[in-house]
């Protein structure tokens, strides 16, 4: 059963990396908008199939409605444009590394809003090596004349900023409910799908079926597998290998989004690039192997958000 875990595990690791390529070449066609709705549309069905299978849905899960609209919004609709948007203004591979900051929005969203996070020089000097890799990439002293955009820098990090918040949120609010993770997911996907139907605009959006390369890339690798299924595999290999565990498989998409950004979409990488990931990833493991607290009894329920929340907060209780 684990050897079986484990290729999950693997597989989900590549499919969340993949999305940075499949993003990047579906906005050739289409808006981040277009992007976005297909996404959580395409990921909300086999979600809910599973729900239903599973009986996970309640009619008595509906009076907290408030709490799955402010999730839908901060971990999927929002959270996801903005990485849409970023990723469609600067090269796929930047805006990968660039994700793999979101454990660093998140530690600050806890410090500001969650009671007993643990705070030391190990988690803060995590903290500030991982922004100075961020710094180092986005090159904010260029200005608009830069190689990299800072628009696109900043797309980016205010989703990030949104998964930090989500997490926060989803701490102090969803996870005392006790509701199943797909469930949640469910009615968190399920809200985004009918927001973005409402208040998106479907003009133009049939440009993605020119290229069936794209199409392919947006529906079933984006929206299907990269959302969707990506959902399930996270909670299958939570369930069999643990939640640290499973969390760990996000180190890897930064590193799959670097490479298929240079070597299928031809994007230059320069050696400063290479290294100021590194030392994200290194920041990233410091901050948290300093947040981590002393083994004690805890009275806190488990965690329930999203798997893009969930995943980018190290290590967390699942």
């Known amino acids: 059963m684990k050897k079986n875990a484990y290729i999950v595990f693997g597989f989900l690791a590549l499919v969340w990396g993949l999305t940075y390529l499949f993003n990047k070449t579906a906005s050739h066609y289409v808006s981040p908008m277009h992007i976005v709705m297909v996404r959580v549309t395409m990921g909300f069905v086999p979600l809910f199939l599973i729900a239903l299978l599973r009986r996970k849905l309640a009619w008595r899960h509906l009076r907290h409605t408030h709490h799955f609209i402010v999730m839908s919004l901060l971990a999927a609709s929002v959270y996801y444009y903005a990485f849409a948007k970023g990723i469609a203004i600067l090269p796929s591979s930047i805006a990968g590394i660039l994700a793999g900051a979101i454990p660093f929005f998140t530690f600050i969203a806890a410090l500001l809003f969650l009671k007993g996070e643990p705070i030391n020089l190990r988690s803060v000097g995590g903290l500030l090596l991982g922004f100075a890799g961020i710094a180092a990439i986005a090159r904010p002293w260029e200005g608009s004349a830069g190689a990299i955009d800072p628009a696109g820098v900043g797309y980016i990090a205010f989703g990030s900023a949104c998964v930090g918040l ?90 799959i989004g670097l490479a298929t950004g240079t070597l299928i979409l031809g994007e230059t990488v320069t050696a400063t690039d290479l290294v100021a990931t590194s030392v994200i990833l290194v920041g990233v493991i410091i901050m948290q192997s300093g947040r981590t607290p002393a083994p004690i009894a805890s009275t806190t329920p488990a965690i329930s958000p999203s798997p893009d929340v969930r995943a980018h907060n190290r290590p967390e209780p699942a």
């Open 166 to 255: 989500s997490f926060v949120y989803a701490r102090k609010f969803i996870s005392p409910l006790g509701i199943s993770p797909i469930a949640l997911c469910t009615y968190q996907l399920g809200l985004s799908s009918a927001t973005l139907l409402v208040v998106g605009d479907l003009d133009g959006i049939d440009a993605i079926f020119v290229s069936p390369l794209a199409t392919a890339g947006l529906f079933i690798g984006l929206g299907l597998f990269g959302t969707g299924i990506a959902y399930m595999c996270y909670y299958y290999v939570v369930e069999k290998l643990g939640a640290i565990k499973a969390a760990s498989s996000t180190y890897i998409p930064p590193v």
